[in-house]
């Protein structure tokens, strides 16, 4: 059977989180997660139901049925500013991205001089070759990649506490305070609760460092 990648949006933007915060970056959004199907009736009974992403179809920006690696490989190029320095860099995010990233995704990617970058809830294998690995663990879903760059975790889960992932072996570990979602999916704007408990657990707990959404902050893509 032919593959064909199925994108949400494509986007050029600030990297707004984590380890790799303010650097310039293609957004790769893939369609679809294996934790929440992406409508809002199935939410309450989701693994993960508190995404705040829209993952459904691909009819986003630059989005579609892209029927080869080289095809995807070009629209993420064409947005990436020409002779003017930096590394170029591409973060393959979702939706979950390893139900359709592939060796030969990676490869050209990397042919058209690319650092690559994911973010992945972990439940699944990964092509080898990604540059950059961001590990956000979901509710009751089995994290099965014991490594990454960073591990960055929303935080307070009941069923996805810190301690759970101490085994996995990377180099920064994050905790995101949750956001409350409303059922249209909006953020509440009063998040203070939420913000100081995760600040008094990075205190308590050290190895852990706060991670705040800059992008949601200062209302970019």
């Known amino acids: 059977m032919k593959k064909t990648y199925k994108i949400k949006e494509i986007f050029y933007t600030l990297q707004g989180e984590g380890a790799q915060s303010g650097r310039p970056a293609i957004f790769c959004r893939f369609s679809k997660c294996n934790l929440w199907n ?13 995404c705040d992403t829209d993952i459904l179809g691909t009819d986003g920006e630059n989005g579609g049925e892209y029927k080869t690696a080289a095809d995807l490989t070009s629209k993420v190029s064409d947005l990436w500013p020409k002779k003017t320095g930096g590394k170029p860099f591409v973060v393959c995010t979702g939706g979950e991205p390893a139900l359709q990233i592939d060796d030969d995704l990676v490869e050209h990617f990397h042919q058209a001089g690319f650092e690559v970058a994911i973010e992945t809830n972990g439940t699944l294998p990964l092509p080898a070759g990604i540059d950059w690995v961001c590990c956000s663990p979901k509710g009751t879903s089995k994290v099965v990649i014991n490594q990454c760059d960073e591990l960055k975790l929303v935080f307070p889960q009941a069923d996805a506490m810190p301690d759970s992932f101490l085994h996995i072996k ?3 570990f994050y905790l995101t305070p949750m956001a409350l979602i409303s059922t249209k999916g909006a953020i509440y704007p009063n998040q203070d609760d939420i913000t100081q408990e995760t600040i008094k657990f990075c205190l308590n707990n050290p190895k852990w460092r706060l991670n705040l959404q800059t992008h949601k902050v200062l209302n970019i893509s």
């Open 170 to 172: 990377a180099d920064y």
């Open 38 to 50: 992406g409508r809002e009736e199935s939410r309450a009974e989701a693994i993960c139901n508190f």
